[in-house]
């Protein structure tokens, strides 16, 4: 599915519908994120034309989508309660989380305690991120025995990956 300049439904589409959708404003991407869950101003901080393509797949249970834009862009709003926002930069570009510049193969925003999110996106690089139910990624660390991810996300929000093992 492919659309140009309009927002999704207010509900994420069903399992392995995948929707892609093109935008020319930054406040076409703000409504389409707040479509998804997330309430987020959008913000061109460059000159130029945008050229901006949003995709979401995924499932309604786990929602993954991606932002690609040919302009710099910064993202500001509020996290929804109960809900991990997970992004992977998997660029050699530096996006900024938080007003720090973040390293390429890295994964961010996952810190459990923030009521807001704020990020720049550069020009070029997909950003790719998915939202996750906090509660259900908590049993899945409890249930395996993995508790020191559940110490990260309490005390973390970046975290880098082994490029091997990506």
Do not use: W, Y
């Not at 599915?1 to 935008?23: D, G, T, W, Y």
């Not at 995709?55 to 709003?77: A, K, M």
């Not at 459990?112 to 690089?125: C, H, V, W, Y």
Request: charged share 15%; net charge positive.
């Amino acid at each position: 599915m492919n659309s140009h300049n309009k927002p999704l439904q207010k509900a994420i589409r069903p399992n392995n519908q995948h929707v892609e959708v093109a935008f020319h404003s930054a406040p076409g991407l703000g409504a389409t994120l707040q479509a998804v869950g997330l309430e987020m101003d959008v913000a061109q901080l460059s000159r130029g034309a945008l050229h901006t393509t949003f995709r979401l797949g995924g499932s309604r249970q786990l929602p993954v989508f991606s932002i690609q834009t040919n302009q710099d862009l910064v993202l500001h709003g509020n996290r929804s309660p109960g809900v991990l926002p997970l992004s992977l930069n998997t660029t050699d570009q530096q996006p900024v989380v938080r007003g720090r510049e973040k390293n390429p193969v890295s994964l961010n925003g996952f810190q459990a305690g923030l009521s807001e999110t704020f990020f720049q996106l550069p020009a070029g690089p997909h950003i790719q991120a998915t939202l996750v139910s906090q509660t259900r990624f908590e049993q899945l660390a409890t249930a395996t025995g993995d508790h020191q991810t559940l110490e990260v996300i309490q005390r973390s929000n970046s975290s880098n990956l082994h490029t091997q093992r990506f």
